[in-house]
């Protein structure tokens, strides 16, 4: 059974630009969150994502965006990055069944820094 | 909104110490309640968790029990040692499985 993974492990933007990041979910699993972890803090929700759609949203602007595809995996898609931006990203993938959400599993991590 | 509150570190112990972390959260709807652990440069590991009231988590010498009239889940470990240095969040599960972080307790075992 593999693990939650992510891609890439680190990377350098400016202020600006766009980046994607992408998340393959745990063997099994139907649901993917992403979380943005600034330096020092606890992580923060961002949005979910369950059959391809956002499942929910956290207090984050519109220019986070995300996808889901057909094999589960996921996207998070930051336009117009921002010095504040600079964080580690998280994405977490869980087990959806009827309407119950089993526990969620991490992936190592994206460490975004935006110059 | 919901939100969990741990308490500040750095916790700095020396091996073999009793660890105890506190943790309390905002007691709306019935949540589920989870510590997870993150070592340094890698992502967060599920620690332990409880889905109701009186239960207690246990994983690798840690526990945390439910205590829904102290509305807390702190953790607790009879014998650290250098390998546990790492920081410790505390999380609540809220409507559509959104996790709510704690800020994250850093603990420090020294030989």
């Known amino acids: 059974e593999t693990g939650v993974t992510q891609s890439p492990t680190h990377l350098i933007k400016t202020r600006g630009q766009q980046v994607t990041l992408r998340c393959s979910s745990q063997s099994g699993h139907n649901t993917v969150s992403w979380y943005q972890q600034a330096l020092g803090q606890g992580p923060q929700f961002i949005f979910q994502?369950?059959?391809?759609?956002?499942?929910g949203r956290g207090n984050f602007p519109p220019r986070f965006s995300g996808l889901q595809f057909p094999n589960y995996s996921s996207e998070l898609n930051v336009n117009a990055l921002e010095l504040d931006d600079s964080a580690l990203y998280l994405c977490?993938?869980?087990?959806?069944?009827?309407?119950?959400?089993?526990?969620?599993?991490f992936g190592p991590g994206t460490r975004l820094l935006v110059l | 909104g919901n939100s969990v509150t741990q308490m500040e570190g750095p916790v700095t112990l020396s091996e073999e110490a009793f660890l105890t972390i506190n943790c309390t959260y905002t007691?709306?709807?019935?949540?589920?309640l989870f510590w997870y652990v993150q070592y340094p440069g890698e992502g967060l590991q599920l620690l332990l968790k409880?889905?109701?009231?009186?239960d207690k988590g246990s994983n690798k010498g840690f526990e945390a029990t439910y205590r829904k009239e102290t509305t807390s889940f702190h953790l607790e470990k009879g014998s650290v040692q250098v390998s546990d240095s790492a920081v410790y969040f505390c999380?609540?599960?809220?409507?559509?499985?959104?996790?709510?972080f704690g800020g994250g307790t850093r603990l420090m075992v020294k030989p």
């Open positions: 994502y369950y059959r391809e759609e956002e499942n």
């Open positions: 007691a709306t709807g019935y949540p589920s």
């Open positions: 999380a609540r599960n809220n409507a559509g499985n959104m996790l709510t």
């Open positions: 409880a889905t109701k009231a009186d």
């Open positions: 977490a993938s869980s087990l959806t069944s009827g309407s119950r959400q089993e526990t969620q599993y």
